[in-house]
């Protein structure tokens, strides 16, 4: 009976192996059948087939795939065992590198490399010492120069002699910068084949030899695409940079204003993209014998860039009318002691003929170096000029110099009313009283579908003083986008913030006739019918509130004008269903059929759009019509227009979330037109269908996708498989030899909030992959806490602890503030500025003090 029962547990157990190496065996057979096809739909769903196995079976599937007869199959298992990184795949890796057909020994080896570049280094680097594979040799030697390994390059220099290698040589030669590339490069303008003009101008650029200019220069196709490129290109040197920069400025004389000053703005973009401070004399000779108004006059922001070097060129641009006013605004962005002594002293010089312009660029050093310039502040404010007096007060409420109050407060007294009411009105304001107030209110708690919704504002004194404010933008009548009064924020019954459709008008800055006196108690008001620029389509509960911000600033003219920024108080109305009329009406308009009548097909979009957020089953049958519409022999125009009322309705009927839809929406997931296959998908996820679940994992598996987007999706829906495999698979990918696909992979790990990687994106050797890795930590810094990103200041690569510092301070900590203080002086103005608002952020939020 003993027996019995042992041969029986054997049987089971061989019977479940046999089982389960049948299932695996199906798998198997099932991926490597996909693998093996030509068609790009087929073979790239092996992706999603691999990706919910565990690793170990995939690979083992990958590596039968490599041994495959098909040579399909072998090509499609080497781009998905990039995924893997796993150094225990080289070695078959290597066997399909050094024999198989050349596209696959090339995609063999770029796998390797990607993997372990130094054995990858050396394997191609061995290749290269073997006579008779001349493909393999071939192969070697561009991967290497892709690697950027200069022991590429003698061989590179051999392969310039063979008429079939030369270009493709030449152009890798570029990205070592090594100057024998020159003669073929400049050969090759002419004659690209195969390669765009840009491109062999980019080589040339990047290898900076100055003596290819003047033959690019003097050929009128070449030199356009060369200025072009030259205006978009980071890092230029300055040697070639100013080569063309000299030619350029012989081409000035022979120009008419308007072309000198087209010819100017590529000039200045060349200037901003070489980037070194032993190009300041030059730059500062063009600035300071600039005309005004042109583009040599923005040379100051490029001086501004170099540093030291720059300001005694920005120094001597103050002396003059033409220049004072850029020159200042650049030198607005220093810090340092130097710059803040020298824009005080002129100031304080009452015989400066720009002054004023002075006085205000203290404004921009009043939180770096609070104590100095409210010093300076205190002697101005006893100067015996008005319009100075006004101009220094208003300094002091920007940075909000509370500590002044006690000297503010006896010119409330002041003879010059601009002055006195100044005086009030700040004193107001560090009380936290502002003189102004602004109020919206509706003619009616609830509206009918589709009528007028008549909102009044009113910007009320509400003070006991005279303000002056500016009335330029507040009376609106077709428009409010651009103007001083912004658009309404109006939320939706469903929660979405409304989009505004209104037309966008510039109302430039007011003038002098623009600023009204408004007494205590007087107000300035207006109404608008909020319907005209929003859709209020949506049954239910609104929220609405207004904002209002000055446009200009009365100092100007001598006038103490009110310049803070109101918010309305929140007021709440209905809109009610439609009648079965009214309804009816909307339905009828969107079936019409006349396509052919702009009117009537811009009412029928509407109509689509108002069934879509009524959100009516009623109306599924009429809409299936407009959206699944068969094409007729008809003009563009005609089939134009009812493709996107289809879409429109399409759209709608996604919203209702009818179920009876659900076969039409699989249909559609497999149509042709990728707009529609889009639609059919957002419809299939609002319905939780199984089927958008599935579409949504291939987006993220499948080979070549994007998968952060459908990821996220997956998690909406409760499933973190897709998330989890990018957790898995993008961290790997981060070293890649390839800075873009880094980047690319970087920027993957952001929009799901991975961790994973965070210091490989921040320590990589490649600036873009670094900029990356800055927007990533930024995306994320919320999540992982102050105390990480403490912790991050004490790495030992200065990236971290300086991208640590900064996320820190927008998080209210100045535990990195020592690490920010050392970008102050810094030679980049952008930096600069970026390390002088973290820090007013860190006093305004009241987490130091200066």
Not at 112 to 129: C, E, G, M, T
Not at 697 to 711: I, K, L, M, T
């Amino acid at each position: 009976m003993q027996m019995l029962r042992l041969i029986y547990f054997i049987t089971t157990i061989l019977l479940l192996t046999a089982i389960v190496s049948y299932a695996s065996a199906g798998k198997e057979i099932a991926v490597i059948d996909k693998l093996r096809s030509q068609n790009q739909e087929v073979w790239v769903q092996a992706g999603y087939d691999l990706a919910i196995m565990n690793d170990n079976e995939a690979l083992n599937i990958l590596l039968n795939a490599l041994r495959d007869q098909n040579e399909y199959a072998r090509l499609h298992a080497i781009a998905f065992l990039d995924r893997y990184n796993d150094v225990r795949i080289l070695p078959a890796l290597k066997e399909r590198f050094l024999s198989d057909k050349e596209i696959i020994r090339y995609e063999a080896g770029k796998i390797i490399a990607s993997i372990d570049s130094k054995y990858a280094s050396n394997l191609f680097v061995s290749q290269l010492q073997k006579a008779g594979d001349s493909i393999g040799r071939n192969i070697s030697i561009q991967l290497l120069s892709d690697m950027g390994d200069i022991r590429s390059i003698p061989f590179l220099v051999q392969r310039l002699e063979d008429p079939n290698t030369k270009k493709d040589s030449a152009i890798r030669l570029a990205k070592f910068k090594d100057k024998r590339a020159v003669p073929t490069l400049t050969e090759m303008i002419l004659n690209s084949n195969g390669y765009t003009q840009e491109s062999i101008i980019k080589a040339l650029i990047q290898i900076g030899d100055k003596n290819c200019i003047p033959s690019i220069m003097n050929n009128r196709e070449t030199m356009p695409i060369f200025i072009n490129v030259l205006t978009h290109q980071e890092h230029i040197s300055p040697e070639f940079g100013m080569a063309v920069v000299e030619s350029l400025l012989k081409l000035l004389e022979e120009k008419s204003q308007s072309e000198r000053w087209q010819l100017q703005d590529r000039i200045l973009n060349i200037l901003k993209n070489i980037k070194d401070p032993s190009i300041a004399p030059i730059c500062g000779k063009l600035f300071l014998e600039s005309e005004e108004n042109s583009p040599f006059q923005n040379i100051a922001y490029v001086l501004a860039d170099m540093g030291d070097e720059g300001v005694p060129y920005l120094l001597e641009g103050t002396k003059l009318k033409k220049t004072h006013r850029i020159a200042f605004s650049a030198l607005g962005s220093y810090n340092s002691k130097t710059v803040v002594y020298e824009v005080t002293q002129l100031a304080l010089n009452k015989f400066y003929p720009f002054r004023i312009t002075a006085i205000d660029t203290l404004s921009n050093f009043g939180y770096i170096s609070r104590k100095s310039v409210m010093s300076t502040l205190v002697t101005l404010l006893r100067d015996t000029n008005p319009k100075i007096k006004l101009h220094v007060l208003r300094i002091v409420e920007q940075l909000d110099l509370r500590e002044m109050a006690g000297i503010i407060r006896p010119l409330t007294n002041n003879k010059d009313q601009q002055i006195r009411t100044s005086a009030i009105s700040i004193l107001d304001t560090f009380g936290n009283k502002p003189p102004i107030e602004l109020e919206i209110k509706l003619n009616k708690k609830s509206y009918g579908y589709d009528k007028p919704i008549i909102m009044e504002y009113k910007i009320k004194n509400v003070s006991d003083y005279d303000i002056s404010i500016s009335k330029h933008g507040t009376e609106i009548t077709d428009a409010i986008y651009g103007t001083a009064i912004e658009p309404p924020e109006i939320v939706k019954p469903d929660g979405e913030l409304l989009a505004y459709k209104g037309p966008a008008v510039d109302l430039g800055p007011p003038n002098k006739d623009s600023y009204q006196v408004l007494h205590p108690g007087d107000s300035i008001s207006g109404q608008i019918d909020i319907t005209k620029f929003y859709e209020i389509y949506q049954p239910g509960f609104y929220t609405i509130k207004l904002k209002y911000q000055p446009l200009g600033d009365g100092i100007d003219y001598g006038i103490w004008s009110w310049k803070g920024k109101l918010i309305s108080n929140e007021v709440t109305f209905k809109v009610r269903h439609p009648s079965r009329w009214h309804f009816m009406k909307i339905l009828r308009n969107a079936q019409i059929s006349n396509a052919d009548e702009e009117v009537t097909f811009n009412e029928a979009l509407k109509a689509c759009r108002k069934l879509g957020e009524l959100r009516s089953k009623v109306a599924v049958s009429d809409l299936k019509k407009i959206a699944f519409y068969k094409l007729t022999d008809e003009s563009d125009i005609i089939k134009y227009r009812k493709q996107e009322l289809s879409y429109s309705a399409l759209i709608a009927l996604a919203k209702t979330e009818s179920r009876i839809l659900i076969p039409d929406w699989l249909k559609l997931l497999k149509d042709d037109n990728v707009r529609k296959r889009e639609i059919a998908l957002d419809a299939l996820i609002r319905l939780k269908h199984s089927s958008a679940i599935e579409v949504l994992r291939h987006q993220v598996f499948d080979y070549g996708s994007s998968p952060a987007e459908p990821a996220l999706k997956l998690k909406e829906l409760g499933y973190n498989d897709g998330i989890d495999w990018i957790n898995k698979i993008m961290p790997k990918r981060i070293r890649h030899w390839n800075p873009e696909e880094c980047q690319k992979s970087v920027m993957t790990l952001a929009k799901v909030h991975a961790i994973k990687g965070l210091r490989d994106a921040l320590t990589s050797k490649e600036q873009i992959v670094r900029e990356a890795g800055y927007l990533w930590l930024q995306e994320i810094a919320k999540d992982i806490g102050i105390d990480r990103l403490t912790e991050m200041l004490k790495d030992i690569d200065h990236n971290v602890k300086r991208a640590s510092a900064y996320q820190l301070a927008k998080l209210g900590n100045a535990g990195g503030l020592d690490i920010i203080k050392q970008d102050l002086d810094t030679v980049n103005s952008e930096t600069r500025e970026l390390a002088r608002n973290a820090i007013i952020e860190l006093y305004k939020n009241k987490v130091i003090s200066l």
